[in-house]
């Protein structure tokens, strides 16, 4: 990950930390109450609005969740539909990997080389 993505991913963490807290203060709800709430400690809980460091994905959704937004977050994450053509090509089956081929890595294995 460059600089750049690091810095647009605290930016990111920082905004949805500041709206979270925003809607907690909105709707009336104490910090303590809101992490008791969510099963979350009230450490983790500042962690997430105050980006001072990773508070973990479990603890973020079930803040958002006690928010009444987990079905928001779930869906900025569109379920991806298998064209018609891969499932042909993969006789019906699902895809359980990814699998590249990697022409450096062929040759330093022996593979050949053009």
Known sequence: MGYRDRDKILK???EIGRR????????????VDLSSNSDVAPKTYRRITKVTG???LDGFLAIVNEL????AVVAAFPEEQISPMQV???QGRPRKR??????EKDADEGGVEW
Do not use: Y
């Not at 979270?20 to 709800?29: A, H, K, P, Q, V």
């Not at 990814?98 to 022409?103: D, I, M, Y």
């Open 12 to 14: 990111a963490r920082a």
């Open 20 to 31: 979270i807290e925003s809607l907690r203060i909105i709707r009336d709800i104490k910090q």
């Open 54 to 56: 990773d508070a973990g």
């Open 68 to 71: 009444g937004l987990l079905d």
């Open 88 to 90: 042909l090509k993969n």
């Open 98 to 103: 990814v699998v590249t081929s990697n022409p």
